[in-house]
Structures are given as C-alpha cells and as structure tokens.
T-cell receptor, first 119, second 114 residues
Framework: GAVVSQHPSWVICKSGTSVKIECRSL??????MFWYRQFPKQSLMLMAT?????????EQGVEKDKFLINHASLTLSTLTVTSAHPEDSSFYIC???????????????FGPGTRLTVL | GENVEQHPSTLSVQEGDSAVIKCTYS??????FPWYKQELGKRPQLIID?????GEKKDQRIAVTLNKTAKHFSLHITETQPEDSAVYFC?????????????FGKGTRLSVIA
C-alpha cells in the first residue's frame, strides 16, 4: 500500500520556539494532504487541508498564523508550529491518499505521527 | 459540516465474545465510511470500509453495516481476541473526484479480556 512518512517522530522544545514537522508521500504524489491533531485519549481532529501550490484551508478555531502549512511539492507538506506553548503539546498526524490510483474510494493513509512536547 | 458521533467510548468484552461499536453521521451526502484501529502511540490503520451503495460488508471476523436512511453504521467484531484490544475510530467522508477529509468519531477503547 501507499506509504506516508513523517519527521521527526518526536520533538521536545522550549516554550516560544518554532517546530517544523514534515510529511512525505513516499511512493505516490499527493496534491492534497491533511493535518490532524490528537490529544491524549481523544480523537483525531482535522486542523487543515494542505493543497499543493496554493494556500491551506484551515478548520474553524485553528490559527493559520500559528500553524503554518507549506505544500511546496507533490510529495511534501510541512507544518510549522510557531511560538509553541505547552498547550500545543500533542500528537500531530498527516494523511494522504493516492488520487491517481484506485478511484475515489481508495484508502487514506496516515503518517506515523509526531509527538510534540513543549516545556 | 459533517459530524460523527460514536459510542460506546469504552467497551470490555471477554475473549471469544462479540463487540459492536455504533456511529451516526449528520451529512446525508457522505458516501464513504471507514473504520480505523489505532494502537497506543501508533498511526491509525484501516480495518474495513463501506460505501453508501452497500448495506453490509464482511472481512473474516470483522463486518460493517450501514443504514443510509437512519444515517448510522456499525462495526461488528466476532470471536474477539486479546490482540483486538485497541482504540477504534469510525469516520465519514464525501468521496467524489475531489479530495475531502475524513471526519472522525471520538473513538471506542476496546478491551478484550483473556
């Protein structure tokens, strides 16, 4: 099946610093990728839809200036958490599906996630 | 937008018994309903999915049913095993030629007691 990778798998940073998370589709091209956030023992909450070559679409309540998304190529989307604070500590997961194969009902694959801890 | 409700939030069953998890969705236009299994600290993994033109789908011990009229769908796991213990999420989406995100339920923590 299609593979989605993320880097780093975990990061610890000081409050006020910025953290960049990379999401890559390894064996397919993804014009769209999705970024989710998951707090402990909670569900996956959609943060934004990342579109290659254009601006991301953010969900209500997600600050676009705090969570910067760049989808500069068909295989890479990045999420930058700017001026991170302890309340931003969470599990960030990206997701994508191969739109070019399998039709509209094909599987949406998830990256392994990035655990962010802000001290 | 779409809203997915899932229950129960926790479920404990004896090994060998069946487990049923139920979800409802709000957007009648949604046409794709996957179920994901997530183990602690890992990514969600697709276990089964169903499209709106199908009422039931089965894959070995796992089955999913869909009632479009009532806008609800359920996951059935038979002959449960300890390795089935995990968090299960239902989701809904409108799948067309575009690319719309999955909207997830809050999850069900399943514990299979040996």
């Amino acid at each position: 099946g299609a593979v989605v990778s993320q880097h780093p798998s975990w990061v610890i940073c000081k409050s006020g610093t910025s953290v960049k998370i990379e999401c890559r589709s390894l064996d397919f091209q993804a014009t769209t990728m999705f970024w989710y956030r998951q707090f402990p023992k909670q569900s996956l909450m959609l943060m934004a839809t990342s579109n290659e070559g254009s601006k991301a679409t953010y969900e209500q309540g997600v600050e676009k200036d705090k969570f910067l998304i760049n989808h500069a190529s068909l295989t890479l989307s990045t999420l930058t958490v700017t001026s991170a604070h302890p309340e931003d500590s969470s599990f960030y997961i990206c997701s994508a599906r191969d739109q070019g194969r399998g039709g509209p009902y094909n599987e949406q694959f998830f990256g392994p996630g990035t655990r962010l801890t802000v001290l | 937008g779409e809203n997915v409700e899932q229950h129960p939030s926790t479920l404990s069953v004896q090994e060998g018994d069946s487990a049923v998890i139920k979800c409802t969705y709000s957007d009648s236009a949604s046409n794709y309903f996957p179920w994901y299994k997530q183990e602690l600290g890992k990514r969600p993994q697709l276990i089964i999915d169903i499209r709106s033109n199908v009422g039931e789908k089965k894959d070995q011990r796992i089955a999913v049913t869909l009632n479009k009229t009532a806008k609800h769908f359920s996951l059935h796991i038979t002959e449960t095993q300890p390795e089935d213990s995990a968090v299960y999420f239902c989701a809904a989406s409108l799948r067309t030629s575009g690319n719309t995100p999955l909207v997830f339920g809050k999850g069900t923590r399943l514990s299979v007691i040996a």
